[in-house]
């Protein structure tokens, strides 16, 4: 028999100011499981012609929306030796924790509280193919508007988590995508959410972005990988407010696809020191003396460094926070003196080179 897997998702709004477990132990799930089956079969009866799979797990939406829905994925990979050996219809499956300790990486939270108040609890309905498409609908239709979770089960959830929920409801990983594009509007990240929303749900063609600020960014389907194409200060021929604008976008597309686990590569042709995590541009001879100099803008902090060293100049931008460290360990040693230019970068107009602060 052919089976359907649909993804779905119970919602939680949690007190960030209490101390709460994110991961419930096998009686406590095969609890919430038996009490989220009965919301869904409110909302839909037919739901009961499958297996119903829930994970003992609570992840923050950019920790379950990853590519290829992996905390999904593992319970699709969990379940199949139960449908294997007794189908799926009526069946209740609760995957949770023995001590503490949930039996697939790809559902264990991270050891740490959730940096927001919004958590997921991953769930899977399997159902036979030719069954399967109107109870899809069904649900796409009703969850959003009908699927809140009734006091039994949130009542299981604090019990098993130390959390109490202001608001717990059961959702499509549709709906949970939405949501998340939502989020990322209210956070000023909204145009940068289709790349990740392409990397979650169409992954599998390429395509090309044309982003804020002049960015540009390529998926690539056969290394599942998001291509940044990076341009230097010179390379961008923008004033220092138009870079300083490519640069935002440019960390804030590197922020987002790292938030989610999408992998990310940067094409360039300057050279890439992954020991500084810095993009290096050698500029030739310079007669400055050797110095440091910081350029910076007010919108964005550190835009890149000009150093002067042994009459050469290279300009080094740094790729992530790990810079900033990276390369000041790097020059200690050399003490060489540190510089800023009134102008917060320093560069030549007509050239759109930068240049040693004086």
């Known amino acids: 028999m052919e089976i359907h897997h649909i993804r779905l998702a119970v919602g939680i709004e949690v007190n960030p100011s209490e101390s709460g477990h994110r991961v419930l132990e096998k009686a406590h799930c095969e609890q919430m499981a038996a009490n989220l089956a009965a919301d869904l079969a409110r909302i ?20 379950a929306l990853q590519p290829g829905l992996s905390s999904w994925q593992a319970l699709i990979d969990l379940s199949a030796p ?21 039996p697939d ?11 927001g108040s919004f ?61 998340q594009h939502v989020q990322m509007d209210t956070a000023g990240l909204g145009a940068f959410w ?35 194409h990076f341009a230097s200060f010179e390379q961008h021929g923008g004033n220092p407010d138009a870079y300083a604008l ?19 590569d940067i094409e360039s042709s300057l050279v890439h020191d992954q020991r500084l995590h810095c993009l290096i541009e050698a500029c030739g001879p310079c007669s400055h003396r050797d110095s440091l100099t910081e350029h910076l803008h007010n919108d964005c902090g550190l835009v890149a460094w000009t150093l002067v ?12 926070g790990q810079a900033i460290a990276s ?23 007509s050239t759109n080179k930068l240049l040693p602060a004086a």
């Open 194 to 228: 289709p790349v990740v929303e392409h990397a979650l749900t169409d992954e599998g063609s390429n395509r090309d972005f044309e982003l804020p600020g002049g960015l540009t960014a390529r998926w690539q389907a056969d290394s599942q990988t998001v291509i940044i």
């Open 246 to 264: 490519w640069t935002r976008a440019f960390r804030s597309l590197s922020a987002l696809a790292d938030n989610h686990g999408v992998r990310r």
């Open 82 to 102: 139960v449908m294997r050996q007794h189908g799926v219809a009526g069946n209740l499956l609760a995957i949770g924790a023995f001590q503490g300790k949930l």
């Open 309 to 320: 060293d042994d009459g050469h100049q290279v300009n080094l931008y740094p790729l992530n």
């Open 105 to 115: 990486a790809r559902l264990r939270p991270p050891d740490r509280k959730p940096d």
């Open 44 to 63: 839909e009866p037919a739901v009961s012609q499958g297996l119903l799979v829930v994970g003992g797990t609570l992840l923050e939406p950019a920790e």
């Open 327 to 349: 390369v000041r360990d790097d020059l200690a040693m050399r003490s060489l003196p540190r510089k800023r230019s009134d102008q917060g970068i320093c560069y030549d107009p």
């Open 119 to 179: 958590l997921i609890m991953p769930i899977l309905l399997a159902l036979p193919l030719e069954t399967a498409q109107a109870i899809v609908d069904s649900l796409e239709d009703k969850l959003f508007e009908q699927g809140g979770v009734h006091p039994p089960a949130r009542a299981c959830l604090t019990q098993a988590t130390g959390w109490t929920s202001a608001h717990a409801q059961l959702l499509t990983a549709t709906d949970l995508i939405a949501l």
